[in-house]
């Protein structure tokens, strides 16, 4: 997870609940975030 939080951006500055709703998120959500 610390590593997730610290090379990919899209995690910067979000609490561990806020990742873990992206992850259960659907693919498409994912996606269009990460963009």
């Known amino acids: ?3 997730v939080w ?3 951006p899209e ?3 979000k609490s561990l ?3 873990e709703s992206l ?3 659907p693919a498409e ?3 269009s ?3």
């Open 11 to 13: 995690t910067k500055g």
């Open 1 to 3: 997870a610390i590593f």
């Open 23 to 25: 992850w259960k998120a």
């Open 6 to 8: 610290k090379y990919v």
């Open 33 to 35: 975030k990460a963009m």
């Open 17 to 19: 609940e806020q990742m």
């Open 29 to 31: 959500t994912k996606r």
